[in-house]
Each structure stands twice: as structure tokens, then as C-alpha cells.
């Protein structure tokens, strides 16, 4: 019924729209590419004009001839640059985008859609977010800074709806976009993506949530956006299956288990977050109209920004419950306690386990932009921003009643200078510090620098990147009171500093790319899963290579990682991961692309992260290794004008090896052999 209600109001949306298309697009500022300021991938990897875009990847996009009435950014929400991305097109691989596995070359995940993930290779890893439960599920929350803004001119949507398995064990999400002009300038949208994976095992199922309405007002004066996001996840716990033997040798248990029959080790358990943004940002553009040389009238001509001045402000509100309903009693050793207790060394209140956190962030922010190019002579762009965060923290007190409450400020001034237009040398340098409050010291340099070549006709590239960073720890990871876990720390300032390169060669198709990295006072989640840092330095070193084979209609895709790790008892990493996909792609009759397949996940065994409910959080475990095995698929994936469809079957590895050692944490399996289709229309009116 909530599905149906959700598709009813797009519709509703989309005829509303039709009405009110126009016939203009307005282009976002190709002048300021830059990107997420805590990402190394400032500079964008290939053009991103939209007849460039045609021209390049001609049947590997869908329907690009109508995606030139479209314009698509992101927006930095700190200086107020648009920056421009590609749109979600590629026709090939569109299955292996629906598995937490396409998120990086090596995964660890609990099994379903939507569940906590961590990416087992260093460098995909995003920087700690202040609320410091969001980790785990940050491939799937949104933020102003994810939302890809639109300007169209003519009403576009897109729905998507994919799943798997009988409906005992049904795993399944729709994906919705909806958005029109109306006018030349003021463009309004939602988008809505809803998860709901009960699970192939036991007490594990997975809501998500997630409703975005989103908006911008562009002229050349005036530029604005908006959003309003309100986000629920809530994911069942089962701490794990209690014995891996049920996968690995189930004729040793002698007895016959289906996947939902293996026991567990919780039951009634389950972490609920929720996540809402309000947005607003407004910038005013200075300038001059660049009047035609035969133009006898003041008012016509092109008008040239030179500078802008903005202002954003976005309202961050989010909590997490920790709560169990495992509470039968039972004797552990002469002691009488809970179900879920016998779990956990300490227990800091009694009853029921119900632990709660609440964190609000308010950020005002200030920045003036110097625009390149606005003169044959200024070859570079200059942004500024000074930044006030206002948090409060609220979570159970474990030594008394109520709640222990926390509020803390930080100032940050920064600036990016980039150069984006040429050809020859392309640059991105970007800078915050903490100058007052909680990030006092907190300092942020990041950069890189591109340049090329044409080699067989076609654009060689090759890039540099550095960071150095000083991080200050989070509150969270100071303080923290729950039933089983408290700790009050004074943790010194973490420093990273990391260079590395890529070079791409479009001729043979390959990419290949290194870096190596320090790090001091490292924080993270021991044995004990308690919070820890290690004052010595460690060096993680990483080499890649992404190869892409032809031969006709043959086509073998490879990702290759290295990595080493200095202190493998505080940084675990597997040796080699591998991405590999063998298919044959045809086109049937002119209209129907068919893509035939198989590929694979594979890495090396090592100590993977453990996972622990009661936190939220991935530690460092050192019982059980993980890898030497594929999780693999085989799979059809096909496109028709404006449609993407797939058929698919996933970990067929068990069906073909004698061994099943299909797991991606441990205690935690994948999901088992099953069948999965999924759609997508894209619909331009």
C-alpha cells in the first residue's frame, strides 16, 4: 500500500510538471568543477559538456539525445559552487549496481540490501562523520551534498524497482525521481528511494526510508537551492549466526537447515536511525553584460559573472536507538541475567537494553567566489567561506537518570583555488582550518593537479593528489555512555598525510594508479571493541589497476587492488581484491541491447572487521579470516530506448564449488543462492 501511494503522488507530480515545461536550460557553472571536499577525486575525469558526453559513449548511454534539454549538478554546500556530474545512463553493469557489493572492489556487509557496510579497501573509506553511526549506512544516506540538482526543459522521471527472492524472504527497492521547471528558472523535484529486505537469515530485516524534495531558482543574478530530506532506517539485529558450520560443513550439524532455520545470536533486536536536513543556500552574482561589438542597446548581450557572494544554512537532526526485546532471563554461570546480556562483559544499568542518542547540527556559512575566466587574463578561480557549526549531543546516562547533554561550536575558514579551464595543466587545491571551538587546529590541505597528452588520438591523462590532514577527535569518540559499552577519553589530534597518482590511457583502456599513505594517532575499534588509538605511525600502501578487454562482442573487465598495511592489528586489509566481469554485448534488431554474463568479488583471506550492534561500529577482530572464496553472479542485462532490465543470479558460486564459504564479515554470510530482477525507465516528456 505504501508503495502503490508513493508511485500514485509521482504520478501526480509528473503530469503537474507537464504543464509547466519550458523551452531553455540553464547551464551550470562549468567554470567551477570541483567536488566533495573530503574526496581525493577533485577534478573531474573527463569533460562534462553534454555534446562531448554524445559524442564519447555513443551506445553506452541512454537516450543522451534527450539528455541534452537536461542540465545535472551537485552543489558545495560550503562555497556555493555548482558542480557539474553525469547522469545515472550506463546501460551495462546495471544489475551489479543494485548489490552492496558494487560499492567498492571488496565489500563487507551483513548480508542484505541496506545493511551496515564497510569497504575493505583503505582509500574508499570516508572520513568519520560527527555522528558517528551514520558510517555504516553512508552509502545510502543522502545530504544536500549527494542531491544532484536539475534544470530541464522538459519534465523528467525516473523509476527503478528491483528484488529478489519468495515473499517469506523478499528483498526489494524503488528508486523515484521526479522534477519540472516551471519557468525559465525555477526548477522543483523528489525523489524517493525506499529499501525493504527481510532477510535470507534470521531476525535481520532492513527498512529504509528515505523522501527528498528539492529545488533551485538559477538566473544570472541570483542563484538558489533547497532541501528537505526526511530519512528512517530500521534495521533488525541478530548479532550473527551462532555457529558458521550451518555454511561451511552443514552435514557435520546433521541436520537439514534452510538459511532462515539457522539460529542466531539475538532475537527481538534492532537499531533504528533517523536522518532529516533542512537546506537552504542563496548566491548573488556580480558582473557585466559583454555587449556585442555591433550592438547599439545597453540592455543585450551575455552576462559575465565575475564574482558571487553566498550564504547557506542546513539543519541537521538525527538519532539512533539501540533497542532490545531479548530479555527472557537465563542463568550464566550461577548469574541471572537477560538473554541479550550474556553477550557483554559489562552491563551499566539494568532492564531492558535501550540505549539513545540525539545530535542536531546547525551550519551557517558565508563565502565569496572569484570566478575564472571571466577575463582573457585571470587563469584561475578563488573561493572563500567561513563556516559556524552549533551541535548538541543528548544520550542516556548510564550512572543516573535521565539524559547527559553536550553542546559544542566550531569555526572553520577555508578556501579552494582551481583552474579549470585548458587543456594543459588542470588544478584543484583546497584548504579548511579550525579557528575557534570544538575544531580548534583542525586543519585540511587537499589537492591535485592534471594534465595530457593525445596518444593514438585520443586524451591520455595523468594526475597527482595529495592531502595532509589534522583531525580532531569526535565527541563520540570521546564520550560515550550505553548498557554495555562507556568510555570518557582525551584522544589527541589524528594526522594523515597521503600523496599518490593515476594514469589513464583511453587507447588500451587502462587505468592505473597508486598512493601511499601515514598515519599518526589513528583512531578505531579494538578487540575489545573499544574505542583505541595507536600513537605510532602506520603506512598503507595501495596500487590499482582497472583493465577493460574487447574483442568484438567479447568483453572482460578487471579491477585489481594491492594494499599492505604496516600494523595489520590496527589497520587489517586483504592483500589482493579483484572485480572481474567476462559478458558478451550485442545489440538485437537495432533496438535491444543485451549484455550476457558473469562476474565475480574475490580477495585474499585476512582478519575482516567484526561487527557489533550494541555500537554501530566495524572493529578489528583477529579470531576469524575471511576471503579465498568468489561471490558471484550470473546475469542478463538488457535495454530497450528508455528501459534497463535485469535478470540475475546471485552467489552461484556454492552451485559450482564443494566448499561454501560465502561470507563477507564473520558470523555473517551472504545472501544465499537466489534469483533477482530489477527495472529502470527513464521517461523525458
Known amino acids: 500500500m505504501k508503495i502503490q501511494l508513493i508511485i500514485s503522488l509521482l504520478a501526480a507530480l509528473l503530469c503537474t510538471g507537464t504543464l509547466f515545461s519550458q523551452a531553455r536550460i540553464i547551464m551550470p557553472d562549468s567554470t567551477q568543477i ?9 577534478l573531474p575525469s573527463e569533460s562534462f559538456d553534454l555534446d562531448h558526453l554524445i559524442h564519447d559513449h555513443g551506445a553506452e548511454a541512454d537516450s543522451l539525445q534527450e539528455l541534452a534539454r537536461m542540465t545535472i549538478w551537485r552543489l558545495d554546500a560550503r562555497t556555493g559552487n555548482r558542480l557539474p556530474v553525469e547522469s545515472d545512463t550506463l546501460i ?12 567498492s572492489t571488496a565489500m563487507g556487509f551483513l548480508g542484505p540490501l541496506g545493511s551496515p557496510a564497510i569497504s575493505k579497501i583503505f582509500f574508499d573509506r570516508e572520513e568519520n562523520e560527527t555522528f558517528l553511526f551514520n558510517n555504516a549506512y553512508s552509502h545510502y544516506l543522502k545530504d544536500p551534498e549527494k542531491l544532484i540538482f536539475v534544470n530541464t526543459r522538459v519534465p523528467y522521471s525516473r523509476l527503478g524497482y528491483h528484488r529478489a527472492g519468495p515473499k517469506q524472504t ?35 530485516s532492513v527498512k529504509h526510508n528515505n523522501f527528498s524534495l528539492f529545488g533551485n531558482y538559477l538566473s544570472e543574478r541570483l542563484e538558489a537551492h533547497a532541501m528537505i530530506h526526511l530519512g528512517s532506517i530500521t534495521h533488525f539485529e541478530n548479532g550473527g549466526i551462532t555457529d558458521e558450520l550451518f555454511i561451511t560443513d552443514p552435514e557435520s550439524v546433521r541436520e537439514n537447515f534452510s538459511p532462515i532455520d539457522i539460529p542466531v545470536r539475538f532475537n527481538d533486536t534492532w537499531n533504528a536511525l533517523k536522518n532529516n536536513h533542512y537546506f537552504l543556500a542563496g548566491r548573488y552574482n556580480l558582473g557585466y553584460k559583454e555587449l556585442p561589438e555591433d550592438s547599439l542597446h545597453k540592455g543585450t548581450g551575455r552576462f559575465v559573472p565575475v564574482a558571487s557572494i553566498g550564504i547557506s544554512s542546513h539543519l541537521t537532526r538525527q538519532h539512533r536507538r539501540f533497542l532490545s526485546y531479548d530479555t527472557a532471563y537465563v542463568n550464566v554461570e550461577g ?7 550474556r553477550f557483554y562483559s559489562n552491563r551499566y544499568y539494568e532492564g531492558a537494553v535501550d540505549d539513545s542518542i540525539r545530535y542536531t547540527s546547525l ?31 543528548s544520550m542516556r546516562d548510564t550512572t543516573g537518570l535521565g539524559y547527559v547533554s553536550h553542546r559544542e561550536s566550531a569555526v572553520t575558514l577555508g578556501g579552494v583555488l582551481n583552474k579549470q579551464q585548458g587543456e594543459n595543466l588542470l588544478f584543484n587545491l583546497r584548504a579548511d582550518l579550525g579557528v575557534l571551538g570544538a575544531n580548534l587546529g583542525e586543519i585540511r590541505v587537499m589537492g591535485d593537479v592534471e594534465t595530457g597528452f593525445d596518444l593514438a588520438g585520443k586524451r591520455t591523462t595523468l594526475s597527482a593528489e595529495a592531502y595532509l590532514k589534522n583531525l580532531r577527535p569526535k565527541y563520540l569518540q570521546e564520550h560515550y555512555y550505553s548498557k554495555y559499552f562507556r568510555w570518557n577519553h582525551d584522544l589527541g589530534d589524528a594526522r594523515r598525510v597521503y600523496i599518490g597518482g593515476k594514469l589513464h590511457i583511453p587507447f588500451t583502456r587502462t587505468t592505473v594508479s597508486a598512493g601511499v599513505e601515514n598515519l599518526q594517532n589513528h583512531i578505531y575499534y579494538g578487540a575489545d571493541k573499544m574505542i583505541a588509538q ?16 574487447k574483442l568484438g562482442v567479447f568483453h572482460w573487465d578487471n579491477q585489481v587492488a594491492y594494499q599492505t598495511s604496516s600494523n595489520e592489528e590496527v589497520i587489517p586489509l586483504p592483500t589482493l581484491s579483484f572485480y572481474s566481469n ?39 577482530q583477529r579470531e576469524r579470516e575471511i576471503g579465498d572464496y568468489p ?27 564443494k566448499e561454501n564459504e560465502s561470507f563477507s564479515l564473520p558470523g555473517y554470510p551472504v545472501n544465499p543462492f537466489i534469483f533477482k530482477l530489477g527495472l529502470s525507465v527513464n521517461l523525458h516528456n
Open 34 to 42: 570541483t567536488s566533495d571536499p573530503d574526496s581525493l577525486d577533485l
Open 92 to 103: 551495462h553493469n546495471f544489475q551489479h549496481s543494485t548489490l552492496p557489493d558494487s560499492y
Open 170 to 204: 523478499r528483498e526489494e527497492r524503488l528508486e523515484g525521481r521526479l522534477t519540472s521547471n516551471f519557468g525559465k528558472s525555477l526548477n522543483i523535484g523528489l525523489d524517493v528511494d525506499m529499501i525493504n529486505a527481510k532477510g535470507f537469515y534470521a531476525e535481520q
Open 335 to 341: 548469574v541471572q541475567m537477560q538473554q541479550i546480556d
Open 363 to 393: 551550519k551557517n556559512n558565508v563565502s565569496l567566489s572569484l570566478r575564472e575566466g571571466f577575463r582573457e587574463w585571470v587563469k584561475f578561480g578563488l573561493s572563500l567561506f567561513l563556516e559556524h557549526d552549533l551541535r548538541n549531543y
Open 534 to 549: 595507536e600513537g605510532a605511525n602506520i603506512q598503507v600502501l595501495t596500487a590499482r589497476i582497472d583493465q577493460k578487454l
Open 582 to 620: 567476462m559478458y558478451l554485448k550485442t545489440k538485437i534488431v537495432n533496438e535491444l541491447t543485451l549484455q550476457l554474463g558473469v562476474d565475480a568479488h574475490y580477495h585474499t583471506k585476512y582478519f575482516a572487521p567484526g561487527y557489533e550492534p550494541a555500537l554501530l561500529q566495524f572493529y578489528n
Open 631 to 657: 561471490i558471484a553472479t550470473v546475469y542478463a542485462n538488457m535495454h530497450l530506448k528508455q528501459t534497463r532490465f535485469f535478470l540475475m543470479f546471485y552467489n552461484v558460486a556454492p552451485k559450482v564449488l
